[in-house]
């Protein structure tokens, strides 16, 4: 892949192989950030798993940087007044469901009680490969609905790792304190080390990285470090 001037101007500046604190890789991301737009600093974990295991959950991050989640509820009687009065953008059972089969789908998020997974299954197809479907994994499938609608408000975000073993999550903006985006990273890194399964031998964080959307990576020390202290 061919990179434009300013990125590899960017990458002359620093040593690719330097493992850096979590505060010191995030101040030079800052630095080496060129676009002409706010850009999403990214977090890239490559954990150290068996092709059968992932790690995925959700968490808050202390320190937000989007905008407020377009929430949709599918719901009936008095949950669905639950969830209005929680504050989600949307709430329905069917007709809900007959709007997204007709290609409706300005939401950002989909909550449904358990009783409404046999309606909401039907949408599998449409919501399934946006990653927009309830799942109890995500605690989107939930009597809970208060407590579901205040998370995804303050912005509970998922992680999950890939078939490669990797686990790619935005976790700020490069207009942010550069402390407060470590911050983020701390508390992304320590919840994906409590998820280590039990039968992995050795380091179960290989490798951390982070980068803006268009500059380059700069890795973050796994031992040591804020975020990177060494596991358990």
Do not use: C
Request: aromatic share 6%.
């Amino acid at each position: 892949m061919k990179h434009g001037k300013k990125y590899r101007e960017a990458l002359a500046t620093f040593d690719r192989r330097e493992r850096y604190s979590t505060e010191e890789a995030v101040k030079r991301v800052k630095d080496y950030a060129f676009a002409g737009f706010d850009e999403t600093v990214e977090l890239s974990m490559h954990l150290n798993l068996k092709k059968s295991q992932n790690v995925r959950d959700t968490l808050v991050l202390p320190h937000q940087f989007r905008e407020e989640k377009k929430i949709l509820v599918f719901a009936k009687g008095d949950k669905a007044k639950e969830a209005e009065e929680a504050g989600a953008t949307y709430v329905g059972d069917e007709d809900l469901i007959e709007k997204i089969k007709d290609g409706w789908l300005d939401f950002d998020v989909a909550v449904a009680t358990p009783d409404m997974m046999k309606d909401v299954g039907r949408l599998g197809p449409i919501l399934g490969r946006r990653g927009l479907m309830p799942n109890p994994k995500t605690q989107t499938v939930t009597f809970e609905l208060k407590a579901a609608i205040d998370e995804l408000r303050k912005g509970r975000v998922e992680f999950r790792s890939d078939k490669t073993g990797v686990l790619h999550l935005p976790v700020g903006k490069v207009s942010m304190e550069a402390e407060k985006i470590a911050e983020n990273i701390d508390v992304v890194v320590g919840e994906v080390k409590k998820r280590r399964p039990t039968d992995i031998k050795g380091d179960f964080v290989t490798s951390i990285a982070v980068s803006s959307t268009m500059g380059p990576g700069v890795w973050i020390s796994t031992a040591g470090n804020g975020a990177a202290a060494a596991e358990e």
